[in-house]
């Protein structure tokens, strides 16, 4: 035994078993990782080709597992948008069988089954509007006998899929669908941009409105299921699945009962048209819309594509959301403006009288007050409170008209006029406020002399009363009356409130900073809010007939633009209430619909009465005193 | 004439930097390939774990990171002590190793059936990782209190029982691929001593009548020793099929992982094990991974690591001043060759599915720590020797 011949100090080395065990070991391990790269040479290297191409094609059958797109929620919680499920047929043209015959005897079969001519599937299949290459739905809602048997018979019926797909539910059918948007299918160029990474083709994500602005958060992530699938393509077993996850819900700052209001409003009055209503601190939209309006479920079933053609060529575009999207001039509901411009960059006092003779001679050319009225002799409020056209047509031609734009331009812009309105809807319009350097830019392009149409003091003149080539949306009023009426800041209207995942827990506040401060000083402010307020609250005021009766001080302006020759004016009504301590800003306007007080001022006193919980026509103390508690 | 001072042309700094690390006596070459593995582990979780868990991309990689830092300084740190005082403390080592596998079984974590974990504040603790190597310390000294005389049949029988002791304990548990380990362990601890040929000819052959006849009386009474999934993985690999939900199919689908990585590998391309086919690609299966993504240049390159830490540790046995610190690089060798042997062979189709992680490759702190643990202690013998010899 050498274990007897080594005392145990005596290095090991010199015991001969002990090297001979050691030795043993050592060609057990070295025959073990021969064996082991011998293995990996004929894996990898001999029959790497074979497992290269085992590895690609499986057998295996990826089954995306879409989540439930977030819900959409008013400001009190309310579910605006939905889903609901439903089984869909649909038919993968390219995954016909190649061969003529058995594609015939396939559509064939699956007409029988469908009820349908085989000549109807292939009109169905063409007439869809859908990207080349994706699968066209058949029929939506399959019952479970037709279900079952296309499941038992999946092999007879390559390129058709019965999916469980989730459609957005609309509870309040048209109810704010401008704001809201659509979903659609993600598109092959949406794709290869970089926000789109993970997305596949036929995934439905957010194509318009807040569906689109807020997408990456109600999106929610693709789960994932490995079929093993026989040569036949029927399943065998599943290999494992990854789970998709929900996406966030969004809760906005719209109030739905105040949307209600507004949207029933202005489709009484039957004219095309939008209001906004916003909280004038933060910039939160409570109501926005837009009429004519459409129903977004349209979208959620099958349809042709004549069909999707006339559904937005309908008339009066009800696709256009004409609250952020619709620019025009705003007739008089501009003034505020011009007479911040004038008292800001003093080119008249507070108190500076002008004698209103009901016209105005501007070189030759004479400019009369709407409606022909003579004010005489007045000063700024009054001038605001009757809307002098004749004052303000003054103040037009004290106004520089330098290449850049004068004061009143600088102003509109300060205001936010002519420019992006920063609101997290997608398709927001810039509107425009004209200026000599834009004009010369627009007629540049034209030869013809007689077009051309340089800037001159006339021009001036419109623009001081919000007429000629103004455009301005409904959400630009709104947010530039809210700046009036907080004291100066411009804030960016938002929609978005918060972002809710699906255990209720807040993932995100939605608070956008406001974009700037201007500088109005308070004497400016309280003539301009003053001046609205008389035209609100005084006999004689011009939207008085309308909002005199109201349980508190409001300022109110109205517009009324001329669109051209034989076309009824455009009206327009801006609101800030209450006066002193303002919690809401509502702009409204109204195509065709003739003076401010006629058509605008009516919708917008409505919704105040609605969000001051007025009993209509009504005037309650104590809902008036209870105002101020409303956010 | 200016002549610029030539800097002293000596090694002085580089010795003096040993000596502050305190590497005095470490064996820089399983060092490196042990750094080398564990690198190349964060390194391959780092490219296919990234959406393992969602949101998280690194959540494998920080953790694998922290494991090795740790893993290291307490090799380092172990390399430092006397590793001939762990033979006093073979009673302590041996209850304590035998108390935390009974502790298991009595209040452990079930995961996937299976009782293997401790609970700690910061940590999932797996004591059979850690019986490993203490198994290793302890037999060998209660090898070494006898290895004065001859091995009569009842002292190897004893020593025997010693070994199989905690390994029928972590069988309970119940974990097959640590019982076959603790097995391995035991028999090269007693191949090392030198027990005579006859004794291991006698195991093996009460090895395999036990089995045969467990086997003929279990399926005549109809009791099942194995559990259903272990029994399972083992004939499966006898009779590999098609069906997914079988043990076999996760063998069928490494071996197609790792042969479709052909030279070179598939780098991102690799879908086999990056889909969903492979449950446990970060742990028993990363070799899969590996072959897949870096092609046999990768895996062969994994097993080039491992020959050279298996050449260290061998070279350890040789050069260690006492037949303690041999019977304990015997038993480190047998436990590291064989769980790599074993996990290797696994993922190439040669072994059955036992559950067995590959040292350092493998996600897991109980692993990683375990294994530095036993090489740290290699290297406390590794510098003994280089004491004795200076």
Known sequence: MYLLERPEDIPPRLSNRLNVRIAVLTAVVVAAVAMVLLRLWSLQVLDGAHYRALAQDHGVLDVRVHPPRGEILDRNGKVLVGNRTVMTLELRPSDLPADREKRRAELHRLGNLLGLSQGAIRRRVRETPQYAGYPVVLRQGVDRRLLFYLLENQDRFPGVRVDRTYVRDYKDGSLAAHVLGLVGQVSPHQLTRPGYR?????????????????????????????????????????????????????????????????????????????????????????????????????????????????????????????????????????????????????????????????????????????????????????????????????????????????????????????????????????????????????????????????????????????????????????????????????????????????????????????????????????????????????????????????????????????????????????????????????????????????????????????????????????????????? | MMEAAKPALTIAPRRRLVERLSLTGIDGVMLGAAAGLIAFSIFTLATSTRSEIDGRPLYFVERQSLYAIFGIALMVAISRLDYTRLRDLRLAIYSAMVGSIALVLLVGTAVRGSNRWIDLPFFQFQPSELAKILLCVSLAAFVYERVRRPFGLRQTVSLLALGLAPAALVFLQPDLGTGIVLVAIVLAVLFVAGIPWQHFAAIGAAAALIAGGAYVAGSAADVQFLHGYQQDRLTAFLDPSDDPSDASYQVNQAVIAVGSGQEVGRGNDATQTELLFLPERHTDFIYAVIGERFGFLGAAFVVFLYAVLFWRAIRVMRVSRSFYGTMIAGGVVAMLAFQVIVNVGMNLGLMPVTGITLPLMSYGGSSVLGTFLALGILQSIHADSARGRR
């Open chain 1, 198 to 631: 993970n997305l596949k083709p036929g995934d439905v994500i957010g194509q318009a409105g807040v569906e689109y602005t807020y997408d990456s958060f109600l999106r929610g992530t693709a789960g994932s299921q490995r079929i093993q699938v026989d040569a036949l393509g029927r399943p065998r077993g599943q290999l494992g699945s990854r789970p998709a996850r929900a996406g966030d819900n969004l809760r906005l700052t719209l109030d739905s009962g105040i949307q209600e209001v507004g949207e029933a409003a202005l489709r009484d009055r039957g004219l095309p048209g939008a209001f906004v209503a916003m909280n004038p601190n933060t910039g939160a939209i409570l109501a926005m819309g837009s009429y004519p309006t459409y129903d977004p479920s349209f979208y959620t079933r099958p349809h042709t594509k004549a069909q999707y053609d006339a559904f937005g060529g309908r008339p009066g575009d009800p696709l256009v959301d004409r609250a952020d999207q619709g620019g025009y001039p705003t007739g008089s509901a501009f003034k505020p403006i011009t007479a911040t411009a004038a008292l800001e960059d003093h080119l008249i006092e507070p108190n500076t009288i002008f004698n209103d003779t009901g016209s105005l001679d501007i070189g030759g050319l004479v400019v009369h007050n709407a409606g022909g009225a003579a004010n005489g002799p007045i000063d700024m409020s009054t001038a605001l409170k009757v809307s002098s056209d004749v004052y303000f047509f003054d103040l037009g031609l004290h106004a520089e008209a330098s290449d850049k734009g004068g004061q009143i331009q600088d102003w509109a812009h300060a205001y936010g006029f002519g420019q992006n309105p920063d609101v997290d809807l997608p398709a927001a319009g810039s509107g425009l406020i004209p200026t000599p350097a834009w004009r010369d830019r627009v007629y540049r392009s034209h030869d013809n002399p007689y077009i051309d149409r340089p800037w001159n003091q006339g021009d001036n003149v419109n623009l001081a009363v919000g007429q000629g080539d103004v455009m301005v949306t409904p959400l630009q009023l709104a947010r530039a009356y809210s700046a009036l009426g907080n004291g100066g800041t411009l804030v960016r209207p938002h929609v978005g409130g918060r972002i809710v995942d699906v255990r209720g827990r807040t993932v995100e506040r939605i608070k956008p900073r406001p974009k700037r401060h201007l500088q109005i000083s308070d004497e400016t402010r309280s003539v301009i809010l003053g001046g609205m307020e008389r035209a609100a609250m005084e006999p004689g005021g011009t939207s008085f007939p309308v909002m005199g009766g109201f349980p508190f001080a409001v300022a109110g302006k109205t517009g009324t633009a001329e669109r051209g020759e034989g076309q009824e004016d455009q009206s327009w009504y801006g609101v800030i209430a209450p006066y002193r301590d303002p919690k809401i800003v509502v702009a409204v306007t109204v195509e065709h619909g003739g003076f401010g007080v006629e058509s605008a001022a009516p919708i917008a006193r409505a919704i105040l009465e609605r969000y001051f919980h007025l009993s209509a026509g009504g005037a309650s103390g104590s809902a008036a005193a209870s105002a101020g508690g409303v956010e």
